[in-house]
């Protein structure tokens, strides 16, 4: 981002400097231009068709005029090529559409052009060229167009890293694309160039003619050939995210490789993933600012609201190409300064199941090829979202209890395991307690009032432990009416409270029951109470498996035999 200082810095260079430089150019030039304005006019047309067909890498253009402005200059002197370059400069900014906040382009690219005109054109008088001499078939003739020719490549592209570096503060590469690219260009259209310059001098204004069209189509097949290059490298790019995508097991980790691949590829300033909630609005799963990292931790829009809303009311994209097209789209929650919108829908099968927007500041941001990567994208986003889910979903069943929804003993066993073997020597200090729970006279209850009834409470128990212990503790259904809870960090006296607490809970709330299978249809009220074991980590055990034997072994012996409802631990129960 280009500071204020700096756009005022820079107008201020070019009223000082870019008179200067045309007025040096007038005074340099002794080539006498009356009779041929027809024939400049010429020109300027031919770098002016020219101009249209640029390539922007890096955000920089680059239009194969070079030679055409070596041609200009050997004809007709420095004020013309550099007043028709002016010209040509002009003519490819406007067809740019540069918008208010890139007005400073058009000094930058006026200055930076008259200065590469005028150091080559020293250059050229340097090494001895002679406008008036049109000496062209002897070594001499050819050594200050060749120094000239030099000039302009290595000029140009000291300037535009100085302004990558110093201006856009831009990690600078010398070897690029811009550079690859102008080189490549360089040594096919300055041949062409001097070939124009030489016929121009031999048979006069028809030369324009007889090369314009091969000019014009080889900045064409540039541009071409540079489109095709980047939409390769594009489409590569997103079957590699695509194949990312697929191997991704979780709906968090599928968002987070989405979103950080999107902004290494499209040129964006926001994006945002919305997902569908229940069909009735959207909801932002994830955001990204590139420039400020900023973020946005909750976000909901309806149907129809800015632009992700709309184009899930209407199921199809949007594309902005400037804040005149989407006007009547007012929404607090763009941000200020939009440009250019891209917005697509994320589809899986028939339905809509979320939106992927992207915001740029800048006009003309986006292209008919971003919107193709993007479509592609957001076809593999909806496939790899459901294929995580389904995971995710499969995973859950096979972790959970089905009836409580706790986690089953095999997984608890191996989350527990996993516990203890990431534990390094500076964490052997660490205390660890495990509670182990039975429901007293549980069959008694299931005889009385059924099994249904019996599956009521279990669930109601499960809800007690979650909320006493669901912030902090790992919990597990152990199995038929016995729950296990790990308590990482929590040492002997604090699960010794916590386990009383959770006894009382238990004993002096009684547990509501619809599903009996007594008499009367009224809703009854069962009381139950609860043995627990305890044991401690590592006073009690060096191992999970002795800690959750050394917790049941307590509960059974210390708490069970002893008359149930109470808690026992197992250092105690050993010592007694």
Not at 149 to 162: D, G, M, R, S, Y
Not at 179 to 206: M, N, Q, Y
Not at 539 to 551: F, K, M, Q, V, Y
């Amino acid at each position: 981002m280009i500071t204020r200082r700096k756009i005022y810095t820079l107008w201020f260079i070019w009223l000082l400097i870019w008179p200067l430089l045309l007025w040096l150019s007038y005074e340099y030039s002794s080539i006498n231009i009356e009779g041929q304005w027809i024939d400049i006019f010429l020109f300027a047309v031919f770098m002016c068709i020219v101009a249209l067909f640029p390539l922007t890498i890096n955000n920089n253009p680059i239009f194969f005029i070079n030679g055409i402005s070596m041609a200009v200059f050997l004809s007709f002197g420095l004020i013309v090529e550099t007043i028709l370059t002016q010209l040509t400069i002009l003519t490819l900014l406007l067809n740019l559409k540069i918008g208010k906040k890139e007005l400073y382009r058009f000094p930058l690219n006026m200055l930076m052009f008259a200065i590469v005109s005028f150091i080559s054109a020293n250059v050229f008088w340097l090494l001895g060229g002679d406008h008036q001499a049109k000496n062209y078939h002897s070594l001499n003739g050819l050594i200050p167009i060749l120094g000239y020719v030099i000039t302009v490549f290595v000029t140009n592209q000291l300037i535009l890293k100085l302004l990558q570096r110093y201006l856009h503060k831009q990690k600078v590469k010398i070897f690029d694309k811009g550079l690859f690219w102008e080189a490549a260009s360089s040594l096919l259209v300055l041949p062409v160039g001097f070939v124009l310059f030489v016929l121009f001098t031999e048979i006069g204004r028809e030369a324009i003619f007889y090369l314009g069209i091969p000019f014009i189509s080889i900045s064409i097949i540039f541009k071409l050939l540079y489109s095709y290059q980047e939409i390769n490298r594009y489409l590569k790019r997103t079957g590699e995210i695509g194949h990312q995508l697929t191997k991704r097991l979780e709906v968090n980790e599928v968002y987070n490789v989405f979103i950080s691949e999107l902004d290494r590829i499209l040129p964006m300033d926001f994006a945002y993933i919305y997902v569908v909630v229940d069909n009735q609005y959207l909801e932002l799963v994830r955001f990204v600012d590139t420039k400020n990292n900023s973020m946005l931790n909750s976000d909901y829009i309806e149907r129809n609201e800015a632009f992700s809303g709309k184009v899930w009311a209407t199921r199809k994209p949007i594309m902005y190409s400037s804040s005149t097209e989407w006007g009547p789209i007012n929404n607090p929650k763009i941000p200020v300064g939009t440009e250019s919108i891209l917005s697509l829908p994320v589809e899986y099968g028939d339905s809509i199941t979320g939106v992927v927007t992207l915001v740029s500041k800048k006009r003309k941001a986006f292209d008919k090829s971003h919107f193709r990567i993007l479509d592609i994208l957001t076809n593999y986003l909806g496939v790899a979202i459901e294929n995580a889910k389904n995971y995710e979903d499969t995973k859950a069943k096979s972790e959970r209890d089905s009836l409580t929804q706790l986690y089953n003993y095999r997984y608890f066993e191996s989350a527990l395991n996993n516990h203890f073997n990431k534990l390094t020597d500076m964490d052997d200090g660490e205390k660890s307690s495990l509670l182990l729970l039975d429901l007293d006279h549980f069959k008694a209850i299931n005889d009385r009032y059924g099994h249904e009834a019996g599956n009521e409470i279990l669930c109601q128990v499960a809800n007690r432990l979650i909320v006493q212990f669901g912030d902090f503790g790992l919990i597990a259904r152990y199995g038929g009416e016995e729950f296990v809870v790990f308590l990482p960090g929590i040492d002997l006296p604090q699960a010794s409270k916590l386990a009383e607490s959770l006894r009382k809970n238990i004993e002096g709330i009684s547990f509501p029951v619809e599903k009996h299978i007594l008499n009367h249809c009224e809703k009854v009220e069962v009381s139950v109470t609860a043995s627990i074991g305890i044991a401690t980590y590592p006073l009690d055990c060096e191992s999970p498996s002795e800690l959750i034997r050394h917790a049941d072994r307590a509960m059974y012996i210390g708490a069970k035999r002893k008359g149930r409802n109470r808690v026992a631990v197992y250092g105690e129960f050993q010592t007694s």
